[in-house]
């Protein structure tokens, strides 16, 4: 007997993640597979943040810690989000969980009760709408194109907001889309939030420091600060210091919400790994300068997708301005796989390329790829697909 609760059965397994096992598989037939369907780093984790977990395990460091993080790690990641975000907070307001995912996880099932919105912009990364079905909640889709480099206005914002709406899902550089929100469109954003005060913010920062824009990274916490009390922002250090593996995200927001999230990590899985600790405390307070160089790599990449995607026939995308994914429109091509971009991916992975279709994000008619690869697989990757499409 399967007894699955109504909870669980809201929720879908992460379709990016299935493409990646799928693609495995086909691998481990022998088929010569290039994956471009993951969302991480492919450059090594750097080496002063492997010798920090190997000093862990070497002092014994090896037992349970405070639930939401060692003090070393909360006032690290403070000063990660005061150094390289710009939003001054306190260790007691910083949380630390297993990756960026299970902060957005805590935030939205400490507070969504059954009827509440979230309004969530898509394309959207796949988890947010998952996890907040899984709440009970409703989801609001803020649909946005590429016509708008996947950006929705201020007014479409307000146009979704009801009593019952208690959080907005904000991701900038975004997954799936690359898309950046600059200063003023958050202020734009803030004066829309300031006439809703029911109305929380998620900032999932996680990927702030992979733009490629001439203006840094902007964030609502700070374009908006008489707001604060209002946003949760997360970020981590899976994208920036190349540690999926590892496991560490860290959000900071209100006093009650973090505590709120707490209380839920300490009936649930814990603290986070004591060697991930370590490691990640040497990830904010180490050497950042490695980030240039990784930027400047994939402001190359980037570059050299966005140039192949729109010189094959039906395929379109706008400029990533951040992240590492670029969300390829192929509208024009669809009817030969029946207006189902899930056809049109497993094609192109019978073409030894694995992608993700736009409808796993809540887009259509497209797919992400991933440009976290070498530019010679980048290119054999895009030669694969335009042979495909032709
Ligand atoms: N937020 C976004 C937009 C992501 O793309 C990801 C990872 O894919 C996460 C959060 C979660 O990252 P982590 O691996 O730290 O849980």
Redesign the pocket.
């Known amino acids: 007997v399967q007894h699955l609760s109504q909870a669980l059965q809201r929720i879908e397994a992460s379709p990016t993640t299935a493409m990646t096992d799928r693609a495995s598989e086909l691998r481990a037939e022998g088929r010569d597979i290039i994956s471009l369907s993951v969302?991480e780093p492919d450059f090594p984790t750097p080496p002063h943040v492997i010798e920090a977990a190997k000093a862990a395990l070497d002092a014994g460091d090896t037992r349970y810690t405070p639930v939401v993080g060692t003090a070393a790690l909360r006032k690290a990641a403070a000063l990660h989000f005061e150094r390289d975000l710009g939003i001054a907070t306190d260790p007691s307001r910083v949380i630390v969980t297993a990756?960026?995912?299970?902060a957005?996880f805590e935030a939205l099932a400490a507070t969504v009760s059954a009827g509440d919105e979230v309004i969530v912009p898509s394309p959207w990364?796949v988890?947010y709408p998952q996890m907040v079905r899984f709440c009970g909640g409703t989801v609001a889709p803020l649909r946005t194109s590429a016509r708008n480099n996947f950006r929705f206005s201020p007014s479409e914002l307000e146009a979704l907001i009801t009593p019952r709406t208690n959080w907005l899902m904000l991701?900038s550089p975004?997954?799936p889309t690359g898309a950046v929100f600059p200063a003023d469109m958050l202020r734009g954003i803030g004066d829309v939030l300031r006439r809703h005060p029911q109305v929380l913010v998620l900032s999932?920062d996680?990927?702030s420091p992979l733009i490629y824009t001439e203006a840094p990274h902007a964030t609502l916490a700070v374009e908006c600060p008489d707001l604060a009390d209002r946003i949760c922002t997360?970020s981590?250090v899976?994208?920036s210091h190349a540690m999926?593996g590892f496991?560490?995200?860290v959000a900071t927001g209100p006093d009650w919400l973090v505590k709120a999230m707490g209380k839920l990590q300490s009936n649930s899985s814990g603290n986070p790994a004591s060697i991930s600790q370590a490691a990640a405390v040497a990830a904010f307070e180490g050497p950042q300068d490695f980030l240039a160089d990784w930027r400047e790599a994939f402001r190359r990449r980037r570059d050299l997708v966005v140039a192949r995607v729109n010189a094959i026939p039906g395929l379109s995308t706008p400029v990533p301005d951040g992240a590492f994914y670029c969300l390829v429109d192929a509208a024009p091509l669809m009817n030969r796989f029946g207006g189902d971009d899930g056809k049109l991916a497993l094609h192109l992975l019978d073409h030894g390329v694995a992608t993700v279709a736009a409808s796993a994000f809540g887009g259509k008619d497209g797919f992400r790829i991933s440009f976290a690869a070498d530019e010679a697989v980048l290119v054999e990757a895009l030669d694969r697909i335009d042979k495909a499409l032709a």
């Open positions: 969302g990756g960026g995912k299970q957005i990364w988890s991701n975004g997954n999932d996680i990927y997360v981590g899976s994208k999926t496991r560490i995200g």
